[in-house]
Structure formats: C-alpha cells, structure tokens
C-alpha cells in the first residue's frame, strides 16, 4: 500500500502561481509514474501532468505546458507541481496519483494510488 497526502491548494488571483505537494508514504519503492490529475465541477477528470519515478521522463497536457512544472525530491519521496500564470479555467480539484507499473499515462483509470485531493480556485 501507498498513501498520498497533498497539501498547497488555495485561492488566488489569475497570473499568479501556487506550489502542490504530494508526499507518498508506505511502498514507495514500487512507484513507477506519479502524476497530477484535476476535475473541475460537471467535468471529468482529466490529466495535468506525470513524471517517471526513476529517470527524467515528464508529461504535461497541451493546456498547462509551459505555465505548470513537476519536480520531485526522491530522498523525501514527495512530488511538487509548480503551477505559474494560473487562469480561470485552471479552477479545479487536482489529486495526485501513481501506477506502479509501465503503461498508459493519460488515462486516470490506470493509476492504482490517489491523494486526497486539494482545491484550486483561481479568481479573474
């Protein structure tokens, strides 16, 4: 088993920016892709971003490339997701996740852990 814990969520203005966390704790060694995930009311959960646990493969959606940039620390086995030039249509909750094996990244349904979740509200 893994457990997620993200923290960083919140409200702010439109350009503005906002860190995400993402500590994983437990089975950390079978980690392969973390990735962040975000669901806005009456949508459907849709891909942000995933990065490799080993190596330096990083994925992002067309829609936040360039604004949004992961990051990890391995020796805490924590995940960060810098979000910069934020826009109202990044209003969303966003959850981490991993799989634990190699595979589709996109697809939500294929990542065996989930955060809790935080929200993100950012205002025009």
């Known amino acids: 088993q893994v457990q997620l814990v993200e923290s960083g969520g919140g409200l702010v203005q439109a350009g503005g920016s906002l860190r995400l966390s993402c500590a994983a704790s437990?089975?950390?060694?079978?980690?392969?892709?973390m990735g962040w995930f975000r669901q806005a009311p009456g949508k459907e959960r849709e891909f942000v971003a995933a990065?490799?646990?080993?190596?330096?493969?990083?994925w992002y959606a067309d829609s936040v490339r360039g604004r949004f940039t992961m990051s990890r620390d391995n020796a805490k086995n924590t995940m960060y997701l810098q979000m910069n030039s934020l826009k109202p249509e990044d209003t969303a909750d966003y959850y981490c996740?991993?799989?634990?094996?190699?595979?589709?990244?996109?697809?939500?349904?294929?990542?065996?852990?989930w955060g809790q979740g935080t929200q993100i509200t950012v205002s025009s």
């Open positions: 996740a991993l799989k634990n094996r190699a595979g589709e990244i996109f697809d939500h349904t294929r990542y065996d852990y």
């Open positions: 437990g089975r950390t060694f079978s980690i392969y892709v």
């Open positions: 990065s490799s646990w080993i190596g330096v493969n990083t």
